[in-house]
């Protein structure tokens, strides 16, 4: 789909992402999506999401290799039913809308979380839903759908733990199996139904691995500089940047 003459703008974009992705995999959540309009300027809006997965599902792995042990497997299988099913409503809603849209709608799925997180933040410090059945639920169902449309759940994930008042080392042993599996779920689906992913894309996605292994060293370092409220508020703003590019470019 994309050969190795790429312009400059796309190989220092491609660049970019992978060292995000890295860290934000390895603990500065969130760095990822700063890139991902920019990855849809570069390579298309739907076909970028082709590029993309791969190495998250690369920096997925590095991520739960070393923290393997750290993870509450409870709220990652409250999460994963849903979240499936968010992935063919995806897909459906794909099929009804033209492909000149798709960037709109990854905007929009992330100012939708934007304001859930934003609701939380302002209303109220106990969340007195987290307990009830479909909130979980919910989450997953969200998680899937922004995922699959625009590799964005990043903000939707960021949205449920921090309204869940997971700890630091909880929150990113979380995103790290809830992200291994879902991703490495809709790679099928990104190569037979979308056709996102083509062995041209993966070449570029091997270039990009050491890369990520960088991204990924930065990103454990650096996490743990972090005292938990600084790390909450950076998830927050990080968020919120993400958000705004997507939506003004």
């Not at 190795?4 to 760095?31: H, V």
């Not at 991520?63 to 393997?68: C, D, F, S």
Request: hydrophobic share 60%; aromatic share 12%; with cysteine.
């Amino acid at each position: 789909m994309f050969p190795f003459d790429l312009t400059l703008f796309q190989w220092s974009i491609l660049t970019l992402t992978a060292l995000c992705i890295g860290m934000s995999k390895t603990g500065i959540q969130g760095m990822m999506l700063l890139v991902v309009p920019y990855m849809a300027m570069a390579f298309g809006a739907k076909e970028s999401t082709g590029v993309i997965l791969p190495m998250l599902c690369l920096a997925d792995i590095i991520a739960v290799a070393y923290y393997k042990r750290i993870a509450d497997w409870k709220v990652v299988v409250r999460l994963l039913p849903t979240a499936i099913l968010g992935f063919f409503v995806a897909i459906l809603v794909d099929s009804m809308i033209p492909t000149d849209r798709f960037r709109t709608l990854m905007g929009g799925t992330l100012a939708l979380a934007l304001g859930v997180m934003l609701w939380s933040e302002i209303f109220g410090k106990e969340n007195r839903w987290m307990n009830c059945w479909w909130y979980s639920a919910l989450f997953g169902l969200l998680g899937g759908f922004t995922t699959m449309i625009g590799n964005a759940a990043g903000p939707v994930m960021s949205v449920y733990l921090l309204s869940m008042r997971k700890e630091k080392m909880a929150y990113i042993g979380i995103n790290a199996w809830f992200f291994l599996v879902v991703n490495l779920l809709k790679v099928p689906l990104q190569i037979f139904v979308w056709d996102n992913i083509t062995w041209s894309t993966f070449s570029l996605n091997l270039l990009m691995l050491p890369v990520l292994g960088i991204g990924a060293l930065i990103g454990i370092r650096l996490v743990r500089l972090f005292p938990e409220k600084a790390f909450r508020r950076f998830i927050q703003v990080v968020t919120i940047l993400s958000v705004a590019a997507m939506l003004l470019k």
